[in-house]
């Protein structure tokens, strides 16, 4: 069992920059693929970055390539997300989730394990 315990949410005004934080308990990090989602209010839930399985490879949905960077830190066992250059269009709820499935760009339904959410609303 894999809890994950989502921190960094707050405010920001348009163009700035937040870093969200995802510690996991229970286990370390090692084997699972860690993903971030957001969810903007009356829309499905998103993909937005994974961290792979082994923690050297990274994947980014189209729209945050570039502004967005996902690592992990392995002795911590905690996932971030740097996010920069914040649209207000942006606003979300931001997820994190853990998933042990063998593909290399895993579905949102592969997720086992989810965090908390947390709001992060971009002002204009």
């Known amino acids: 069992q894999v809890q994950l315990v989502e921190s960094g949410g707050g405010l920001v005004q348009a163009g700035g920059s937040l870093r969200r934080s995802c510690a996991a308990s229970?286990?370390?990090?090692?084997?699972?693929?860690m993903g971030w989602f957001r969810q903007a209010p009356g829309k499905e839930r998103q993909f937005v970055a994974l961290?792979?399985?082994?923690?050297?490879?990274?994947y980014y949905a189209a729209s945050v390539t570039v502004r967005f960077t996902i690592s992990r830190n392995t002795e911590t066992s905690t996932v971030y997300l740097q996010m920069n250059s914040l649209h207000p269009a942006g606003t979300s709820v931001y997820y994190c989730?853990?998933?042990?499935?063998?593909?290399?760009?895993?579905?949102?339904?592969?997720?086992?394990?989810w965090g908390q959410g947390t709001q992060v609303p971009v002002s204009s």
């Open positions: 989730a853990a998933t042990t499935s063998a593909s290399t760009r895993p579905s949102t339904p592969d997720y086992r394990y």
């Open positions: 229970g286990r370390t990090l090692s084997g699972y693929t």
């Open positions: 961290s792979g399985r082994s923690g050297s490879t990274t």
